[in-house]
């Protein structure tokens, strides 16, 4: 049973370009979440999708959206990149029952110069 | 607004020692309470959680945590230090219904020592 995946492993990009970060949730979850972890920090929620739609947002700017496909995997996609978006973006996937646990993937490193 | 309070940036602990990681939060209802790990360059994996009921919840890897409601901690503790659990700690308290976040502390690095 595989977890959660995220591709790709790392990346470098230059300022104001575009990313797209996939991640495909664990079997069985229909719920996928996105976290930036910046060096040293905790991570912060960036938003949430569920039934294809943004269900919720944290404190983020509309530079970062998402997308959830109908077999449930989702994408990240940042645009206008800043050298602070530089950090590890982290999936989450949790199941319809058993909502409040979520699984993390092994992170995507984004590297803005 | 909730949030998570990691004191204790960098413990270094001896192989064999017992290790004790505190986390305080500050939460508008009765939270569900994680710990997670962290090694370097991976992702989170879950050691253990507190929903309801016993205080005292066992996790993977040796670990347990005690939830005390009184003191808003969920401490973490092993009694016997490996090599290998040397890694980043985060507690994180959340999500619940209409809010599905999950909000973490700054984390707690440890160092094993031989």
Known sequence: DAGVTQSPTHLIKTRGQQVTLRCSPKSGHDTVSWYQQALGQGPQFIFQYYEEEERQRGNFPDRFSGHQFPNYSSELNVNALLLGDSALYLCASSPRQGWNEQFFGPGTRLTVL | ?114
């Open chain 2, 1 to 114: 607004a909730q949030s998570v309070t990691q004191p204790d940036i960098h413990i270094t602990v001896s192989e064999g020692a017992s290790l004790e990681l505190r986390c305080n939060y500050s939460y508008g209802a009765t939270p569900y309470l994680f710990w997670y790990v962290q090694s370097p360059g991976q992702g989170l994996q879950l050691l253990l959680k507190y929903f309801s009921g016993d205080t005292l919840v066992q996790g993977i890897k040796g670990f347990e945590a005690e939830f005390k409601r009184s003191q808003s901690s969920f401490n973490l503790r092993k009694p016997s230090v490996h090599w290998s659990d040397a890694a980043e700690y985060f507690c994180a308290v959340g999500p619940r219904s209409n809010d599905y976040k999950l909000s973490f502390g700054a984390g707690t690095t440890v160092t094993v020592r031989a």
